[in-house]
C-alpha cells in the first residue's frame, strides 16, 4: 500500500514539474506566430516585396504570410506548392527532433534537463 501512495505521489510531482515548465515549451510557438502576424500585416501592404516574397517560403511563418500574397493576386501556383512542401519537410524534422529531446527527457524528474543532456540520454 505505502508503494502505492509513493508511486501516486511520485505521479503528481512529474505532473506538478511538467505543469510549470508549460510556458516555457509553448512560448517559442508563441513567439514564431505574433512575428509571422505582424510580417503578415506587412505583407498586407506590400504583398510583392521583398519581405512578403521570402517569409512566405519560411516555415513558420509561412501559414500567416502566403495566404496574404496568395488574397492580393501576387503567387503562382508552384510557390504555393513550394511553400507547403517546405512546411512539411520542417514539421517532420520538428516531429523527430521534439520526439528525441522528450524520450531522452522523459524519466528525468530532477530539476531541469539541459537539450544536450537530453539529445545525448536518448542515443544510449
Known amino acids: 500500500m ?3 501512495i509513493f508511486s501516486s505521489h511520485q505521479l503528481e ?3 506538478r514539474l511538467r505543469q510549470e515548465d508549460l510556458g516555457t515549451v509553448v512560448m517559442p510557438t ?3 506566430l505574433v512575428v509571422a502576424f505582424v510580417i503578415g500585416m506587412q505583407a498586407a501592404a506590400d504583398p510583392g ?6 517569409t512566405s517560403y519560411v516555415p513558420g511563418l509561412s501559414p500567416l504570410v502566403m495566404p496574404v500574397r496568395q488574397a ?7 510557390e504555393m506548392a513550394l511553400a507547403v512542401v517546405l512546411m512539411l519537410v520542417a514539421i517532420g524534422l520538428i516531429v523527430r ?5 522528450y524520450a531522452g527527457a522523459l ?3 530532477s530539476g531541469k534537463t539541459k537539450l544536450r543532456e537530453a539529445l ?3 542515443r544510449v
Open 49 to 54: 516585396g521583398a519581405l512578403a516574397v521570402i
Open 13 to 15: 510531482r512529474v505532473e
Open 97 to 101: 527532433l521534439g520526439g528525441r529531446i
Open 120 to 122: 545525448k540520454a536518448e
Open 30 to 32: 508563441t513567439v514564431v
Open 2 to 4: 505505502s508503494r502505492v
Open 107 to 109: 524519466l528525468r524528474t
Open 72 to 78: 492580393a493576386g501576387k503567387v503562382a501556383s508552384w
